[in-house]
Nanobody, 124 residues
Framework: QVHLMESGGGSVQAGGSLQLSCVVS????????RGWYRQRPGEEREIVMA???????RAIDSVKDRFTISQDRATDTLYLRMNNLETEDTAVYYC??????????????????WGQGTQVTVSL
């Protein structure tokens, strides 16, 4: 059984930093990556950063210069270091584990498992 447990969320003033952690337990079939998503109030969930099995990293433009994704493979823990936080970063952050969808024509790497989410609140 796969389980993703996030921690590290909280409240911080603009310009501050937080580090999120996500411990993954269980075996991810056809694993192709790990990622962080967020859902801001009234908006849809969006990808923030992802690290893929080929060693590449994906990130949205608004966080590229401020956030860092890293992974401890020995403990299967995913991290998101967030610096210079802005009020627009306020959201529930979700950890995601991705698998290759073998039924899709291009074997897409898609989210298969989600964590429960952790709230990040940035205030002025």
């Amino acid at each position: 059984q796969v389980h993703l447990m996030e921690s590290g969320g909280g409240s911080v003033q603009a310009g501050g930093s937080l580090q999120l952690s996500c411990v993954v337990s269980g075996v991810i079939p056809a694993s192709c990556g790990r990622g962080w998503y967020r859902q801001r109030p009234g908006e849809e969930r969006e990808i923030v950063m992802a690290t893929l099995a080929d060693g590449s990293t994906r990130a949205i433009d608004s966080v590229k210069d401020r956030f860092t994704i890293s992974q401890d493979r020995a403990t299967d823990t995913l991290y998101l270091r967030m610096n210079n936080l802005e009020t627009e970063d306020t959201a529930v952050y979700y950890c995601a584990a991705m698998s290759v969808n073998l039924t899709s024509p291009n074997y897409a790497c898609q989210v298969r498992y989600w964590g429960q989410g952790t709230q990040v609140t940035v205030s002025l």
